[in-house]
């Protein structure tokens, strides 16, 4: 079967893939190229993504070099490095933004995330970038955080489109299809055309698993009783809010004027778990209106033995009542879905401190080479 039979299944079923990765050396080769031509229709990037592209490879000196004499700023030299591999992906992704008129082509880049709980640094921050790249299929990664809420609703009333990430609960989730709505209402205001901004809900499966999977264990629990179902459970149940959501008579007076669905993105869909399926996380959440993100191990096991059928529909009561016996089992799922949202803003925060700090090594470095 080739590369684009299994992707091809999946666009007929109704979901997009991504690719979560970015590096200038993907895009010299021409290796981003091929993976489009595969099906694959948007990219999504993060702080580690450009950590491990900036420090473990050399196709960056040259830049840095450049610019080592300059009043640069690491954070001024990283911003233009990224900036430019952004706009060179926005660019390839063009055709594709064109052709489904703006469903899918995009390429999301995150604001900083030391800014994650600064609603009026983020909205500043998000502005600025989006000005920068100065590309329509640019969407804007803002964690789901308190701060990031208010800030996803303003920067979508400005029309500037959205990847929310960093989702974990439904709760949380709630919020943020909140903070879309009312921002496209605002949106609304200004223009009768609402078709200009789009938003994907970046929400986390597999670190959920991971986390209560070693919860289960400190209370007792047998590796495999309740193991391995939780982020496919959680994501389920999300989805069917999704439904209700983007059904209601408030949506579709939005729809009316060209808004567009916030899809829900499941990210963070790798195996984590040797002993489970390798592509379990892609095969039990396909279905309409959905994006899966897919690192490069996630999507060569998909392509290579993935199964393509609708499933995100299925076995939504057993989500309900997997639920209920983690509550009886001691598992604070709030608790854990809050935990996990700081874990992952500070993991981000880190690998964007390690990449700074790269960029400073390198430039000292060069500046005696």
């Known amino acids: 079967m080739s590369e684009a039979s299994r992707l091809l299944k999946l666009k007929k079923l109704g979901q997009s893939v991504w690719y979560d990765n970015i590096s200038r050396e993907l895009l010299q080769s021409g290796g981003l190229k091929e993976i489009l031509d595969w099906g694959v229709v ?7 993504i450009f950590e491990k592209a900036i420090s473990s490879s050399n196709i960056y000196d040259p830049d840095i070099q450049n610019m080592k004499d300059k009043k640069y700023s690491d954070l001024e030299v990283f911003e233009k490095l990224a900036i430019e591999d952004i706009q060179n992906t926005a660019d390839l992704l063009s055709e594709t933004y064109r052709s489904t008129e703006g469903q899918n082509g995009y390429v999301s880049l995150e604001v900083n995330p030391h800014l994650a709980n600064d609603t009026k640094g983020t909205i500043g921050e998000a502005k600025r970038l989006y000005s920068e790249v100065d590309r329509q299929n640019l969407m804007i990664k803002v964690p789901a955080t308190k701060a990031g ?11 500037i489109s959205v990847n929310v990430t960093l989702i974990f609960s439904v709760q949380m989730y709630d919020l943020v299809r909140e903070s879309y709505i009312s921002g496209l209402e605002q949106f ?41 179902r939780a982020g496919i459970a959680n994501a389920k149940i999300a989805y069917g809010e999704f439904e209700k959501t983007f059904s209601s008579e408030r949506y579709l007076k939005l729809r009316d004027a060209g808004a567009r669905i916030q899809r829900p993105l499941w990210a963070s869909t790798s195996m984590k778990n040797p002993d489970m399926r390798d592509v ?7 279905g309409p209106n959905t994006v899966n993100t897919m690192p490069d191990v996630t999507l060569n096991a998909f392509i290579d033995h993935g199964i393509a059928e609708a499933t995100i529909n ?20 709030a608790e854990i879905t809050d935990t996990l949202l700081e874990d992952g803003v500070k993991a981000f925060a880190d690998s964007f401190d390690n990449l700074l700090q790269n960029i ?10």
Do not use: C, Q, W
Not at 42 to 48: I, K, V, Y
Not at 149 to 159: D, K, N, R, T, W
Not at 360 to 369: A, E, G, I, T
């Open 42 to 48: 948007g990219l999504t990037s993060n702080p580690s």
């Open 149 to 159: 809420i208010p800030a996803i609703h303003e920067l979508i009333s400005v029309g």
């Open 188 to 228: 609304h205001k200004n223009t009768a055309d609402l078709s200009k901004v789009a938003s994907v809900a970046s929400f986390f499966v597999s670190r959920l698993d991971t986390a209560v999977d070693k919860k289960l264990l400190e209370n007792g629990f047998v590796s495999g009783e309740f193991s391995g």
């Open 280 to 286: 379990l996380y892609v095969e039990n959440l396909i």
């Open 314 to 333: 299925e076995k939504v009561n057993d989500s309900y009542a997997h639920m209920e016996k983690l509550s009886s089992a001691g598992i604070d799922l």
């Open 360 to 369: 400073s090594h390198k430039r000292s470095m060069l500046s005696v080479s």
